[in-house]
């Protein structure tokens, strides 16, 4: 489904399923990389059709390479994107590509201009950007081709797409939680504007319809160790048995403001994080959580990136990177209500 266009003009994406063929081919017919004749029109006859314009400044970086690809990301202190980052790093040097990041400190206004700046120096962008509006961020794709998205969902967004399954990862785990007795639950969200809050909130709405004899509910938190700590009185007085933190950062808050308090996780309310970054074993307990493999998520990314660089066929324009449950301490058998 092609996204909302406003003023903009057709995108190679849009030529691409006029014309039968794949962004790439499109891309190297408008770059004068040779490709079969009778492709080459197709492509040529699709782009009159549809009055596509190429962007001109993407053109001339693609026919002289710099050698760099660019990564946004919100938020460099989140241990959760270091993975994705090196994954990206290693996959694009075998191509004999550097990596360049720019972060915007979780302010989403930054991130089109930031995404732009970044295009300019480099031959794509990788970009991670949860919380800028849907609208706003199609409305920049144009400007960054050849872009990759990692982590939407969105069908409005028409450009290759890397995510990891979030839905179904917290589904899984509340799933695990239900398995182990546990029928009273609490989300402590993170950020309302992000994209992955809103699909693990559709995850534990699939479950409350599944299982009506579950309660779910949900409180604002945020996505840091500060706002995990800031959770614990809400925590305890919501009567749930099982938080699910948005992430481990928050659990691991959580975790601190709890021992302080004497409770005891499990045996007195089990605790489970989301991203199964490296630390997360190492807490006391060790945190049950949801593995996101960020490394191999980065190096799929870099394989759609270098697809589109390159002019090859992309084999997928939408990835679904599966999320895995790993049970660990912090979670414990109840006997259910």
């Not at 903009?8 to 030529?15: C, D, H």
């Not at 899984?172 to 992000?194: C, D, K, M, T, Y």
């Not at 759609?304 to 066929?313: K, N």
Request: proline share 7%; hydrophobic share 40%; with cysteine.
């Amino acid at each position: 489904m092609p996204g909302k266009k406003g003023s903009r003009g057709p995108t190679i994406y849009e030529v691409a399923r006029h014309a039968g063929v794949s962004p790439a081919t499109v891309s190297r017919v408008m770059n004068g990389i040779a490709v079969d004749p009778t492709l080459a029109e197709r492509v040529r006859e699709s782009a009159a059709a549809l009055n596509f314009v190429p962007n001109q400044t993407a053109v001339n970086l693609s026919r002289q390479r710099t050698l760099t690809v660019g990564v946004v990301v919100p938020d460099l202190d989140n241990p959760a994107f270091h993975g994705m980052l090196h994954g990206i790093e290693r996959a694009a040097s075998r191509e004999g590509y550097r990596v360049l990041i720019a972060s915007s400190s979780e302010d989403a206004s930054r991130e089109p201009e930031l995404a732009r700046q970044t295009r300019r120096g480099t031959d794509a962008v990788i970009l991670c950007a949860p919380r800028m509006p849907l609208e706003i961020l199609t409305a920049t794709l144009d400007d960054l081709d050849p872009v990759i998205i990692i982590n939407r969902y969105e069908q409005e967004i028409t450009v290759p797409v890397v995510a990891a399954d979030y839905r179904r990862g917290i589904g899984r785990l509340a799933e695990h939680l239900l398995n182990v007795g546990h029928r009273r639950l609490l989300f402590l969200q993170g950020n309302p504007l992000s994209a992955s809050n809103e699909q693990r909130r559709q995850g534990l709405d699939d479950l409350a319809r599944r299982h009506p004899e579950v309660e779910v509910s949900f409180a604002a938190c945020g996505v840091g160790f500060d706002d995990g700590y800031g959770a614990a009185a809400e925590a305890l007085s919501s009567g749930a048995t099982a938080v699910l933190a948005f992430n481990d950062l928050v659990a691991m808050g959580l975790l601190s403001a709890l021992s302080e308090r004497g409770v005891s996780v499990p045996n007195d309310i089990s605790v489970t994080g989301f991203d199964n970054i490296p630390f997360s074993r190492f807490t006391a307990p060790p945190l049950t959580t949801v593995d996101v493999p960020a490394a191999e998520l980065g190096a799929m990314a870099w394989d759609r990136a270098w697809e589109l660089i390159s002019g090859t066929e992309s084999r997928a324009a939408f990835t679904l990177v599966p999320a895995q449950v790993i049970v660990r301490g912090s979670a414990a058998q109840v006997d259910p209500p």
